[in-house]
Structures are given as structure tokens and as C-alpha cells.
């Protein structure tokens, strides 16, 4: 692991920094800029205390990058489970070691507490965050498909 980079989890002091780069991450996804929206759903993940967010920081302790596990189960272990539902670098950070850094917290945090998994998904287009997770051990699902309700 690269020892310039920092990571800890994210907590309401952390907020002001963490926001922009949920905001960016939103962006990244097709969402128009929104930063209130963004410090607003970030600080009620933090003080509802209903996700973990990894923070990963350089030696100038300016933000990286972060990622965001969700806490679920899995009924077929009987243990916890997570979802890594988002994982972003900034522009200038990547290709450093920061999401591998992430993974890295994000994989120690799941063991630390008996989590059988974590999953994630990724768009088909994100070839680059898709190698990245092959090489860390994820494996494609052959067996699933994945569903989803709008309720938009």
C-alpha cells in the first residue's frame, strides 16, 4: 500500500471535505452539480451513522477519494454482508494506489466485523473500475441477474 495515502472513516468533521468529492461522484454518473443535495445525503449517512464511508487523504491530508459501503445481510451465510456502493477517485489521484488503498480499508472493515461479501456494481462502460475490481478478486456474476424497481 502506498504510505502517502491516508485512510480513515469518514465522520461528521470530515463533511466539508467529503461532499465535493460526493458531488463530483454524482457527476461522474450523469447528475447535475448539486452541492447541497450532496453535503446534506452525505452528512445523514454520517450522523445516522447507516453507512461506512472510507476516506482516503494524501500526506497534505487534502481528499482523495472515498468510498461507500452499505450494511445488509446475507440470508444464504446468516452474517453480514456489504454493498460497495460507491468508490471515487479525484482526477488527479488516479492511477496512484488510492482506490486500491479503498478497497484494501473497505475489504479490512468487512472482515473486522464477520461480513461474509462484499458486492458492487459498476456501469458496463467503466472498463477501467471493472479491470481494477477483477484485479483485487471480485468476480463477475454468471449466475444472477440484477432487477431494479424505479420508484422514481
Known sequence: MNP????????TADLADLAPLFDAYRMFYGQPSEPARASAFVGDRLTRDDSVILLARGKDRS??????LYPTFS???????????????VEAARGQGVARALL???????????AASISLETAIDNTR????YEAFGFRRDTQFLTYALSLA
Do not use: P
Not at 481528499?63 to 461507500?68: I, N
Open 63 to 68: 481528499a482523495l477519494g472515498f468510498a461507500q
Open 104 to 114: 484494501e480499508a473497505a475489504r479490512a472493515h468487512a472482515l473486522s466485523v464477520g
Open 75 to 89: 440470508s444464504i451465510a446468516c452474517r453480514r454482508a456489504f454493498v460497495l456502493n460507491d468508490l471515487y477517485i
Open 4 to 11: 502517502s495515502i491516508q485512510i480513515s472513516r469518514a465522520a
Open 129 to 132: 473500475a471493472q479491470a481494477l
